[in-house]
């Protein structure tokens, strides 16, 4: 079983799981980033192309979906 010391520890030092359990603490944050960041239909992401042109899922979808994650298995985090 895995210590969930170590698995705090292992947040803290990826940036991506750090930005998931910081977005999983926003309200509505995971739900804002999905509904931005979609697959448009060249396949590229809508919110990202504003910036630069990468294809869709981008890094924050993942971030996102990652937070949801996390967010279902422990309840809202940080507002419990
Ligand atoms: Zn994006």
């Not at 803290?12 to 960041?37: C, I, K, M, N």
């Not at 697959?39 to 590229?44: F, V």
Request: glycine share 10%.
């Amino acid at each position: 079983m895995a210590d969930p010391r170590r698995e705090d520890l292992s947040a803290e030092s990826d940036p991506v799981e750090a930005a998931a359990w910081f977005l999983a603490a926003q309200p509505g944050a995971v739900e804002r980033t999905l509904g931005v960041h979609a697959r448009r239909e060249d396949g590229r992401c809508a919110g990202c192309g504003q910036l630069r042109q990468v294809w869709w899922p981008c890094v924050l979808v993942n971030i996102a979906l990652r937070a949801r994650l996390l967010r279902g298995r422990s309840g809202p985090v940080g507002f419990d």
